[in-house]
Nanobody, 119 residues
Framework: QVQLVESGGGLVQPGGSMRLSCAASGSIFALYVMGWYRQAPGKQRELVAQITRDGNSYYADSVKGRFTISRDNRKKMVFLQMNSLKPEDTAVYFC?????????????WGQGTQVTVSS
C-alpha cells in the first residue's frame, strides 16, 4: 500500500516561487516514477513533471524552464520547485507514483494541494 502526502501549497503572487513536497510510504518498486499532476477548475488533470528513481525527468511544455522536479530516494520524497509562477499555474497539484516509466500514470495519488497564483 502506497500513501502520498503533499505539502507546500498556498497563495503566491505572479512571478513568485513555491516549493511542493510529497512524502511517500510503501514499496520502493511502486515508487519508480514519481511526479506531479495538476487540475484547474473545469479542466482535465494534466501531467506537469515526473522523475524516475534513476533521475530521468519529463516536463510539460508549459512549465519547462520554470519548474524543477527532484527526489530524495532515501527519504522517499519528491519535490517540485516552481519559479516564475503565472496565474495559469493555479490548480490543485497532485502527487503521483507508479512502477512504470516516464509519462505513465501510476495508481497512487495524494490528496492534492491548492496552488493559487494571484495578485
Amino acid at each position: 500500500q502506497v500513501q502520498l502526502v503533499e505539502s507546500g501549497g498556498g497563495l503566491v503572487q505572479p512571478g513568485g516561487s513555491m516549493r511542493l513536497s510529497c512524502a511517500a510510504s510503501g514499496s520502493i518498486f511502486a515508487l519508480y516514477v514519481m511526479g506531479w499532476y495538476r487540475q484547474a477548475p473545469g479542466k482535465q488533470r494534466e501531467l506537469v513533471a515526473q522523475i524516475t528513481r534513476d533521475g530521468n525527468s519529463y516536463y510539460a511544455d508549459s512549465v519547462k524552464g520554470r519548474f524543477t522536479i527532484s527526489r530524495d530516494n532515501r527519504k522517499k520524497m519528491v519535490f517540485l520547485q516552481m519559479n516564475s509562477l503565472k496565474p495559469e499555474d493555479t490548480a490543485v497539484y497532485f502527487c503521483n507514483a507508479g512502477p512504470a516509466g516516464l509519462r505513465s500514470t501510476g495508481d497512487n495519488w495524494g490528496q492534492g494541494t491548492q496552488v493559487t497564483v494571484s495578485s
